[in-house]
Structure formats: C-alpha cells, structure tokens
C-alpha cells in the first residue's frame, strides 16, 4: 500500500509540475545584460553623431472638408524651419492620402529658405504660386504659414506672420477674405484651419 | 437316509461340514479334489452335492458340469467370492444354488434340506411351445425333428411352473418358493439366471423373447 | 489478515504502473519540450527585437519620417506590435499597437537605460514585452510579441500527451488481465482440481502442454503427486479388501465348528454352554463386520464395478424390504407409496440397492424400535424413499456423524446389548453416492427418525 502512495504522490508532483498555465509569466520587467549592434553605445555606428534627439511636429494639410488639418512628423530636435516645410512640401503619408487627406502645395516646389528674424517668418520659394487656382492658393499659403506658426511654437517664438518671395521678389498673397497682401498672418487663416 | 457328497479342498472347513451334517443325520462323502469327488460320486450315488469353486487341478465349475452331465442331482456351489459373474458362471455350469463364505451354517443345512425335499408336481397336460412340444409328465421338451432339449429338473420345474399359472405373472419370491422352496434366503439373481438359460435354450430369438416374457413390476410369465 | 486477490493486484500494478509511468513520461516530455519551445521563441523573438530596434534607430537617423512605415511594415512582417517613445512622448507606434500593453515599470526601467524583457499576461492574452534603449537617438523602442501561437502549440501539445498517457495506460491494463489470465487462471485450474480430488474424483489430472515452462512443471507435479496419491490409496484398500477375503476360510470353518459344537450342547456342562452362547453370539458379530468391511473396502477399491440396471423403483424396495425382513427374522415393515407417482424408474446396482434398504431397516429395529414404514415419493426430478423409525430419533449434531465409519452414536451406546458394526450407515452413503444419490437423516412426522434417500429419476411411466 505504502508503495502505490509514493508512487501516486511522484504522479501528482508531477502534474502539478506541467503546470496549469502553459506559459509562465513574470510580475515585474527582467533585465537584458547583453544587448548586440551596439544599441546601447552612445553613438549612431559609423558616425560621430550621438545623442540625437527627435520630436514630432505638426504639418499642415488638407483634410476631407478642404480645412487646414495638422499632422505630425518627426524631425530632429530642434526644429529647423526648412526642414520641417520641406516636409511640409512631401505632403500626406500614404494612410493619409487614403483616408483623403491631400496637400495644396505642388510637390516639386522647392524651399530655396526659410528662417525666423524677429518672430517674422521668411521663406524664399523657387517657384511662384501664384499658377494655382486662387482657392488651392489660398490653402497652399495657410498651409505654410500654420505649420510656420507651430515651429514659432516649438522653438519659443512667437510668430507674427510670413513673408514669401520667390527668387528674392516679394510676393502678393491670397487671404482667405479674398483680400490680397505682402505679409500673412496665421490669424488671417485661423478660420481655415480645423482645430 | 440321504447321502451328500462335499468336494471342498480346505480341510478344516471340510471336516467341519462334515461334522455338522453327519450330527443332522446325514450321510457323508467328501473330497479334497474334483476328480476325487466324482470318482465317488460314481461309486457313492449321492444325493445332492456341495461344490466349493476354488479347487486345486480340476476347477469347481468343471466338477459341476461333471456331475451335471452324469445327474441331475441338486448341486450347490460354494464360493469365497460374490461377484455376479461368478456366479452365473457356476449356475451356467449346472449348479441349482450358490452359497458365499462366510456362510451361516444353518442356512445351507435349510438350502441342502429345500433341495432335497421332493416338490410334489403340478400335475400340467402337454403343451405346444412354439414348435416345441413339452411333457410334463416325462420331463421332456421335444423339438420337431425328435430330438430332446435338455433341460436341468430346476429349470423344467420353473417352465412348468409359469405353464400352469395360465398366462399370469409370477414375481421372483413366488417362483423361488416355489420352484426352489425358500422361504428366507432366495437371491432373486437365482431366477433372473435360470430365466436366461431357459430363453437360450427354448426362444428362437433370445434377446427379444416371445414365449418367456419379463413383466415389469412384477416378474416373469409364460406365454403360450 | 485478510487476503488480497493475486489477480486483483496484478491487474492494479499493471494498470496503475502503466498509468503512472506513462503521465511521468508524458509530464517530462511536456516540461522539457515547453521549455524548450519557450525559450527558443524568447531567443527568436529577442532577436527581432534588437533588429527591429537597429531599424529604428538607422530610420530616425536617415529619414525619420519614414518612422511610421517601418512600425507598420514590421506588424505586417512579423505581426508583433512596435511602440517608440522619446523623452516620455510617444513618437511613433504600429497600426494595432497599444499603449497599454507596456507597463510603466517597463517604460522606467527602459528609460534609465537598461534593456527588458517580461512574458505577462494582459487582459486574458500572454504578450511577451522586449523594452531596447537607444541613447544614440534618445528613444525606447518597445516590441510586444503575441504568444497565442505558442500558447495553442503547447495547449496542443499536452493535449496529444495527455491522450498518449491514456492510450499507453489502457494497454497496459489489456497487457495486465492478458498476464493475470495467463499466470492466475492455472492457480485456478489446480485449485478446481484439487477440490475435485478431495470430493473423490480420483481421475481428475490437469491437462498437459501449457505454453508457460513454469506453468508445465507445476502441472506435471500435481499430476504425477495425484496418481501416487491415488496409487496408495489403491494400495490401501487392495490391502484391506485382501485381508478380508483370507478371513473368508477362517471365519467359515470357525461358524460350520460352532454349529456343531451346538449339535452337541447337551454334551457341554453349564460352563462350556455358556462359553458356547458367548462364543456364537460374537461369532455372528464378527462375521457381519468381516461381510462389513470387505465390502466396503471392495467399493473404495473400486473391485467390484456396479452393474447399473434401470429398474422400476417400486418394485424394488418391495423386493429389498421383504428380503431384509426375511434375511434379519424381523417383521416386514409396511411400504407407504405416494398418490399419483405413477413407475419412477432408477437408475442402480440392484444387489447394493437391495443392501442399502436392508441396512436401513436392520439399523431401525437395532436402534429403533423397529421402522415404522418405508415411505416413497417423487420430488421434482428425483425418488424420494424414506425409512422412518420409532425410537427417539438422532440428535441434531450427529446428523452428520452417524454415516460416518465405526461411528457409534448415542443411540448404540445407551443400547448395550445389541451391538452392530458401525459400518452399516456409512457402506449405505457409499452405496448412495454411488448410485448419484444422497442420504440425509432428519425427524420423521412420527417422532422418530427419518433417512431420506434421493436418487434421480430416469423416467417416469404414467400409470
């Protein structure tokens, strides 16, 4: 009798052993000693360049309702002006596109520069806008002046507006009251915008 | 006087025997042997005889058939064994009774007086058996050519005996009393045996009789 | 101590030792191959993770923009979910990923720049979470791992162990009463045996040529021990059977002796008379028990065969009781037959059948009284023939005594003077068996006692 207890305890233990859940979890995070391709190293292999920092900001596009919408990107922190128009410029991502978002600003236009002097925003085009459809005009600079604005915002300056030449030449601008001027403010398109 | 002849080869139980008949009046002739006991026999005329089976040189049951063929004297068969096949054997051979040892004296000294005394006969007319033709009175059974059957006196007695019961049954005690006289010691295998014979001798067809017939419940009875 | 059944715990040990070895085998297999599988898919899964995480960093580095596709280009690859963060903000995420899925513990441990990894259960799924620092571009790429694969593998897994077990245990149950019958049932068949042997079937032997050696040798023993056995036994009774038959020349010489010794009482004075009597009566006592004892000793050595004759039952005990009566100089007791039973035939040796019903009677008037009647009846399929007596009956434990050998009960000792041989009963329950019968004494409705004969019937006429 002795025997068969023994024997049926081993069967029990190991039973239990198999245990009832089938993957055995952990209450808190373990640590990874060794981690490869020098993920942990300070610095991006192959260059000098360490401790990049990225953050997203807001691009202006069009959304569904022909409004000004915002949508992030990641760029490099600080934010550089023209970096972030030039994304600006490349438009809806492939799921935004879908979804219907689109952009006013032709894609082979070209930021010759963009910078801020005095909270005014300056931004020198390649190319004139002034080929597109006065409403596609319009959006085009709302897009660029919103999305200027939100960078003012990032880096801490407050913007009072933008002005746009092409080729060094000042430029006349569309407003959304049908108005026309050399210096646009983001207020002018607040009303555009969706937020 | 009656005259008895004892072949019996053991000789204290001989000498005792033949005490106890001489001390009841008999007159006695015993014989260690077979062939001495009929050598008497012949010179003697005994009445009745006493047979013991075992016996050294010529075996009882030759003895039997000796005496048999020379008389038809009652002779009783005396026998250390009781086996069935013994004793068919001995009435086969012609003995009218047996008796086993250890006996009780006087019962054989009541079986020797039974054979001895002369049953009257049924006084019974000549009938037809079949094709055979029994006198009574002649104690004879004739077959149809002429010759004589021979029966022993025991089994002529015992055919004549259900012949005059008219076609009746009679049981076995009935036919030992009276074909035997025994009122105390019958073994009914007497019978049964003597039966047997009688159908060998006188049924065309021994083993389904027509003329000896066994009455069930009751015993045996003759059908003419 | 109570005794345990042989065969019962062969088939336990086999049928539980078959159980519990295949779970053992079937739970180590489990374990050793969970584990395994586990960890291989932690390995492969960690690996994903720091190539997805060098993905990231050399996409934040060349075209950050490109960040979002990449997340969602690896969910669809690899079906696992990528989160990145930079300085406690989410920077960017998969289509299906969410935010809950990585605990703050996680997140913390990741910010300070050490790598994790953690299997955790959330909300009812196993997730495994892999948390990669990366300084250089000042992010935490979190990849979260969904296991429900591995979790159906290994339910799948213990599932076909489990019916493994099962199956290995049922046939090594079949396996266990395949053995019990092969070794318990030749135990069995020598136990019947045996008990055959000691009822009295002397003939009985275990059939030879068995598979199993052991088996054969144990057969061939028992075999050859019963023919001794029976062999002696033989020898014992050709002996006593023997010795009574060179009583036979003896004995008659001393009985013709003492009859003429009779002959010649008067020659005899008063002693020699009394001597005489003395000498006749135990003569007679002697002489039954040598008949007595050679017949029994003819029946056990199986001498003399029955000649087995169907009879009509009636008749017979008719014929038995008047000879008994004539051969003891007794009164003939009446013969009482049961209404309606029309000819019951039985199957018997008519010499002892005729012995057996003598005895009975004789037994009655020396013990008795005398019988009252000879009572015969049919019940169901057998002969019902009871001889009932007048004395006070047997007392209630020696019922079954009395049939025994030299057996002289109560009755036969308050009795001084008759003496009988204490054979008489016991030759009748041979004689009774023999015939298929058997013999019971109880209380007849008279008061006395009853002995009750069954034999069966062969067949029965109507009348």
């Known amino acids: ?195 | 006087m009656s005259r008895i002849l004892i072949v019996e080869d053991d000789d204290h139980i001989r000498t005792a025997l033949r005490l106890m008949f001489e001390g009841e009046g008999f007159i006695v002739d015993d014989a260690p042997t077979g062939e001495v006991g009929i050598a008497m026999f012949n010179r003697m005329a005994s009445d009745m005889a006493i047979v013991d089976i075992m016996l050294p040189g010529m075996s009882g049951f030759e003895t039997c058939l000796a005496l048999r063929g020379a008389s038809d004297l009652p002779i009783v068969i005396v026998s250390a064994r009781d086996d069935t096949a013994d004793v068919v054997l001995g009435l086969e051979s012609g003995a009218d009774d047996y008796v086993t040892k250890p006996f009780v004296p006087e019962e054989l000294l009541a079986r020797v007086r039974a054979h001895l005394r002369r049953r009257p006969e049924k006084s019974t007319g000549a009938f037809q058996l079949g094709n055979l033709h029994v006198i009574p009175d002649e104690g004879v059974v004739r077959e149809p050519d002429g010759t004589e059957l021979h029966l022993t006196s025991t089994e002529f007695r015992l055919l004549t005996d259900l012949a005059s019961n008219n076609g009746k049954a009679l049981s076995r005690e009935e036919l030992l009393e009276r074909v035997w006289g025994y009122d105390y010691f019958g073994d009914s295998r007497l019978v049964d045996v003597h039966i047997r014979r009688l159908r060998m001798k006188i049924e065309p067809d021994p083993a389904n009789p027509i003329f000896l017939v066994t009455v069930r419940g009751t015993g045996y009875k003759l059908v003419i | 101590m109570r005794r345990r059944s042989l065969r019962l715990r062969l088939l336990v040990t086999f049928g539980l030792g078959a159980f519990i070895l295949s779970s053992l085998f079937a739970s180590l297999t489990y374990l050793g191959v969970k584990r395994l599988l586990i960890s291989q898919q932690q390995q492969t899964d960690l690996r994903q993770s720091y190539v997805n995480a060098a993905l990231v960093r050399s996409t934040l580095y060349s075209s950050p923009t490109e960040l979002s596709d990449l997340l969602n280009s690896i969910q669809k690859a690899t079906a696992s979910n990528v989160l990145v963060q930079t300085h406690n903000q989410w920077l960017a995420r998969s289509n299906r990923a969410s935010t809950l899925d990585v605990s703050s513990a996680t997140i913390k441990t990741v910010a300070s720049g050490h790598a994790t990894e953690q299997t955790l259960n959330a909300g009812g799924h196993i997730i495994f979470v892999v948390g990669v620092p990366i300084p250089s571009v000042e992010t935490q790429v979190f990849e979260v791992f969904q296991l429900h694969n591995l979790e159906r593998t290994l339910q799948l897994l213990a599932f076909v162990l489990g019916l493994g077990a099962l199956f290995t245990s049922l046939v090594g149950m079949s396996g266990g009463i395949w053995v019990t019958r092969r070794t318990v049932r030749p135990l069995e068949e020598v136990s019947y045996a045996a008990a055959l042997i000691a009822d009295g079937a002397l003939t009985t032997r275990l059939q030879v040529n068995r598979a199993d050696r052991e088996v054969q040798q144990l057969t061939e023993s028992f075999n050859q021990m019963v023919s001794q056995l029976v062999q002696r036994l033989e020898r014992d009774a050709r002996f006593a059977s023997d010795v009574s038959h060179e009583l036979r020349s003896p004995l008659t010489t001393l009985a013709t002796t003492a009859s003429v010794l009779q002959q010649h009482r008067d020659d005899l004075s008063s002693a020699g008379q009394e001597s005489l009597d003395l000498l006749v009566a135990d003569l007679s006592i002697f002489q039954s028990l040598v008949e007595d004892l050679l017949e029994m000793s003819r029946s056990d050595a199986g001498a003399v065969p029955l000649v087995m004759e169907t009879l009509s039952a009636i008749e017979l005990v008719h014929q038995s009781v008047r000879s008994a009566a004539r051969r003891h100089g007794i009164d003939e007791p009446p013969v009482e037959i049961a209404e309606g039973i029309g000819d019951p035939l039985v199957l018997v040796d008519r010499r002892r059948f005729e012995r057996v019903i003598t005895n009975l009677v004789d037994n009655a008037h020396r013990y008795a009284e005398g019988a009252i009647a000879l009572r015969v009846d049919v019940q169901g399929r057998q002969l019902a023939i009871n001889v009932d007596d007048a004395g006070s009956g047997v007392p209630g434990d020696e019922h079954e005594q009395v049939f025994e050998r030299f057996f002289r009960g109560r009755a036969a000792h308050d009795r001084g003077i008759a003496r009988g041989t204490g054979l008489g009963l016991a030759l009748v329950r041979d004689h009774v068996r023999a015939f298929g019968g058997t013999i019971t004494v109880s209380e007849s409705p008279d008061g006395g006692a009853r002995f009750q004969i069954l034999l069966p019937v062969v067949q029965s006429e109507q009348p």
């Open chain 1, 1 to 195: 009798m002795r025997r068969v207890r023994v024997l049926l305890a081993l069967f029990l233990g190991a039973v239990a052993l198999a245990g009832c859940t089938l993957v055995p979890t952990s209450s808190s995070p373990q640590r990874i000693q060794k981690v490869p391709f020098g993920l942990l190293g300070k610095t991006i292999p192959g260059t000098h360049n360490g401790r990049v920092r990225f953050i997203t900001q807001p691009v202006f596009i069009v959304d569904v309702t022909g409004h000004l919408s915002p949508s992030s990107r990641i760029v490099p922190s600080p934010p550089v002006l023209a970096s972030v128009l030039r994304q600006l410029i490349i438009g809806p991502t492939k799921t935004e596109s879908f979804a219907g978002y689109t952009s006013a600003l032709p894609k082979t236009l070209v930021i010759l520069s963009a910078s801020f002097r005095s909270g005014v925003g300056y931004v020198d085009l390649a190319s004139t806008l002034t080929k597109l459809p006065r409403s596609q005009e319009v959006l085009a600079v709302g897009q660029l002046v919103l999305t200027a604005k939100d960078v003012g915002v990032t880096l801490g300056i407050q913007l009072k507006g933008i002005e746009i030449t092409v080729a060094g030449v000042r430029q006349r601008l569309p407003l959304p009251n049908g108005h026309e001027s050399n210096f646009v403010t983001p207020q002018d398109f607040q009303r555009l915008s969706n937020t």
